[in-house]
């Protein structure tokens, strides 16, 4: 498995084509900084929707185990923040 390019919003302006074409041909994600710390990443469309994917899946899952315990109601917000939780 290869490493992960971690580059600078700085850097990645200076060569903005060259990211989107690594995300897109190779497959090969860039995560992006802003004064050090990790804020973005640029991923191909097909990772974003395959991610798209899996969470609605999670949510629908956390759903059905919620209404199958005929728990009292929970906040949608509440489910999106135990989705979120789980892939951690």
Known sequence: MTQTP???IRDVRAHLAEVV??????DQ????TRRGKEVAAVVSIDVLRKYQQWEEREMNRIIDERMANRAPAVPIEDVMRETLERSE
């Open 6 to 8: 971690i580059e600078s």
């Open 21 to 26: 074409e690594r995300a897109d041909r190779d």
């Open 29 to 32: 994600p860039t995560v992006i």
